[in-house]
């Protein structure tokens, strides 16, 4: 354990900051326990154990008292001082683990944790909730307490997790000569990223379809230039060898919004939209998203307003628009706030919207901020009907915003749809830090939007493009033609926000597997169709409306074919690159050709650049941990 003094020039600093640093252990095996949340009470400071159980975390002054919390354990809370090295903490479960005694006439049983298994019988053919059946014995006997034996037991096996993620179908080449033109909308989500972080943290394989690269890649910030002009992004593109395949090439394309003074921005109207179903009730959903908002409302000015709605089996009003300068009262609200019932998602979001247009604020921020774990289940359900309603919603100029919490019946698919329909972003809080990052850091550049229905369009020149490959951003392809078209909708950039974009490029004259096998064309010659002769690799289109207009502008860029060796090439590129290949590694992907994750680990440890909040080296551990 560390003791700092802060010094500054001749004036000593009473402040102290002593960091504490040890391991978390299971206390029936000492095994060690990860993803524990730790915080030091009474601030908003917290951390993560690691997949070996250990953490390190600084607190102000020489004590304090550590909270750890994680699902199915007692909390425990320790007092710390200065005097304490290598802090160890053993958990309890809250499953019991004890034998369990039952009696059958004179007869007295004792009932093993596998004795009971092996009496249960469940039909796993519903989605419900699984019917158990036991010998009469065990029916009949057990003790108070041992259904969640049972019920450990179902979750140990996984045959009820009922999280959901939609399929996704990797982009494949094209070639330009059919296909000249690319185009899709921005993403600045990063639900993938955290999620992913959370199941390999907890030691298990992601599924494939958990993973969207794209979301890997805009997980982080990229240092790029700010804009000098009247447009309110910047763009840079750049071009390298591909890290897997050294024949081909890699186009990287940032955009960085433009960063605001919030001391004089327009004040917000903010409505949460709470789901407090019975879903809801582990320690990772309603605790963590309580304390999550919390974060939010310490951020907020006197001039911004609050309200709460919640939902279960119906919803209601919990707070009406109230200045956020009243924070007791908001807090008193939060937490008052209880699981319970199913689910009705489609009423909740329907009263949020309507509490947002009344106290809606002109030329303001106006936001629906829904914190759920996206398992509706009751009235209007359907993904396809939550999305029609939030698309009428988005009509009204009130953004959304979407922060998932959870395991087990996590509906990661739904609430990805939901937030691209309605004009908003959607986050993944896996844990305090993340919430801090999301809610505290990211935030005020989350609220406040500089533009709306952002797309890009990317021309490839055939003369040197022979097949390109969009990596990520499937669930946001665009036909060519709704490039130009002001009424179909696209992303949203937030102030000071970076989005990256990667394509991958087989060159001309370069034999591929993945070129397309077709027959010659009977009617016309594609190969005469281009004459022009011209440097450029590619020509890239972007167009944005300004918050409040529904005319687009345009901004045009070009790329000359200068291609740089990978280890020229700047930090952003090799950064999102070395995501790139780790995804694809994940994936299992038929165009992953060379990559490793040696290869990806060199790469981000090469790129790691200045990594001020510590996410990048968070990557790097990642990598090191699969």
């Known amino acids: ?76 809370h320790v007092s710390v001082n200065s005097d304490k090295e290598n802090l160890v903490v053993k958990m309890k479960s809250t499953i019991p683990q004890l034998v369990d005694l039952a009696t059958e006439g004179d ?31 065990v029916r009949n006997h057990l003790l108070s307490g041992a259904h969640r034996l049972i019920t450990n037991h179902l979750l140990q096996s996984n045959p009820h997790n009922t999280e959901e993620y939609d399929v996704i179908n990797e982009n494949t080449f094209q070639e330009p000569l059919t296909s000249p033109l690319s185009t899709f909308s921005i993403d600045v989500d990063a639900a993938s990223y955290s999620n992913l972080r959370r199941v390999v943290n907890s030691g298990q394989k992601p ?42 090439r890699l186009v990287h394309i940032g955009l960085q919004g433009k960063k605001l003074d919030y001391d004089s921005t327009n004040p917000s109207n903010l409505v949460f939209l709470v789901d407090v179903s019975g879903s809801m009730s582990d320690q990772n959903k309603l605790p963590l998203l309580k304390s999550s908002l919390k974060m939010l409302i310490d951020q907020l000015s006197d001039k911004d307003k609050i309200a709460i709605v919640a939902y279960a089996g119906v919803s209601g009003l919990v707070l009406p628009p109230t200045p956020a300068s009243k924070k007791s009262t908001i807090i008193s609200a939060l937490d008052n706030l209880s699981s319970g019932g199913s689910t009705a998602g489609g009423q909740g979001i329907k009263l949020a919207y309507k509490v947002a247009e009344e106290a809606f604020i002109k030329n303001g921020n106006n936001r629906v901020i829904l914190a759920t774990d996206g398992d509706f289940n009751v009235g209007i359900s359907s993904t396809s009907e939550m999305v029609r309603l939030i698309e009428e919603k988005r009509k009204t100029g009130i953004f959304l ?38 809610f505290v850091n990211e935030m005020q550049a989350t609220l406040f939007t500089i533009a709306k229905d952002v797309k890009i ?56 597997e993945f070129l397309k096998n077709i027959d010659p064309l009977k009617y016309q ?22 918050p409040g207009s529904s005319v687009s502008k345009l901004i045009t860029n070009t790329l000359a074919d200068k291609t740089k060796d990978i280890n020229n090439s700047s930090d952003n590129f090799r950064f999102s690159a070395s ?44 990598i090191q941990n699969v």
């Open 1 to 76: 354990m560390t003791t700092i003094a802060l010094i500054c020039g001749f004036t000593v600093n009473l402040r102290t900051i002593t960091e504490v640093s040890g391991v978390v252990l299971d206390n029936s095996n000492s095994l060690p326990l990860a993803n524990v949340n730790i915080a030091v009470k009474g601030t908003d400071i917290g951390t993560t154990t690691g997949k070996d159980g250990k953490y390190s975390i600084n607190i102000e002054g020489n004590e304090g008292v550590l909270i750890f919390n994680l699902l199915n354990y007692k909390e425990e």
């Open 579 to 622: 995501i790139a290949e780790f995804g694809m590694l994940l994936r299992e992907s038929e165009f992953k050709q060379g990559s490793t994750y040696q290869n990806a680990l060199t790469l981000a440890i090469g790129a790691k650049g200045n990594d001020k909040e510590g996410y990048r080296q968070e990557f790097i551990n990642l």
């Open 525 to 546: 010659d594609i190969k005469k169709s281009h004459n022009i002769k011209s440097n450029d690799l590619l020509t890239v289109k972007f167009r944005y409306k300004e």
């Open 457 to 512: 369009q990317v021309e490839f020149n055939p003369e040197k493009v022979q097949a390109y490959r969009l990596i990520g951003y499937e669930n946001r392809i665009l036909n060519a033609v709704d490039f130009n078209d002001d009424k179909k909708d696209a992303g949203e950039l937030g102030a000071g926000h970076t989005v990256t974009a990667l394509y991958e490029i087989i060159p001309q004259g370069i034999k591929s």
């Open 107 to 137: 007869k007295e049983f004792a009932f093993s944790e596998e004795a009971i298994v092996e009496n249960i019988q469940y039909d796993m053919s519903q989605t419900a909730p699984a019917k158990v059946t036991m010998s009469s014995k």
């Open 207 to 248: 599924q494939k379809d958990m993973l969207r690269i794209e979301e890997m890649i805009n997980y982080f910030n990229y240092d790029y230039p700010e804009p000098e002009d009247e447009h309110p992004f910047s763009i840079i593109t750049e071009v390298a060898q591909a890290p897997w395949n050294k024949n081909h």
């Open 401 to 438: 915003t979407i922060a998932g919490f959870g395991m087990g019946n996590y509906k990661d698919g739904r609430m990805e749809q939901i937030s691209n329909a309605g004009n908003g972003n959607y986050y993944y809080i896996d844990n305090i830090n993340e919430a801090r990052k999301v």
